[in-house]
């Protein structure tokens, strides 16, 4: 199987990075502000900052390290690390567990930051679309 075509969009590499960080940070924005009107605890900025790190990270260890570094390392290490932001966002109350879809949001958005920050722009805009539209749907014992 052949790799995903990475779209470049400009010729200079530093700001075809910059790109990626600007739609990246501008997605968790979007999916933040979506949190933040429902009133949950991941809003604007903490989904904007996920998601820039995300990518900003992805980034760093493909252009930054040359042929040392492996981008899929840093990737694997971005879904721990978000999983523990996650757990900090989940909540055992009186009515059950509370905050499974926040920090489930959490690490969709992640997700939607390494796409952006590998350049897979299709991926990540479709990604970012369907968390949006998972984050509407609404269940019949919706606690969050």
Known sequence: MEPLKVWELTPWTELDVVLRLLMAAIAGAVIGYDRE?????????????????????????????????????LAAGIVVGIGFLGAGVILHAEKGVMGLTTAAAVWAVAATGVAFGCGLYLIALASALFILIALRLRTKHHHE
């Open 37 to 73: 009107r429902a009133q949950k605890p991941a809003g604007i900025r903490t989904l904007m900052l996920v998601s820039l790190g995300s990518a900003l990270f992805t980034t760093i260890s493909i252009f930054g390290f040359g042929d040392y570094a492996d981008p899929a390392r």
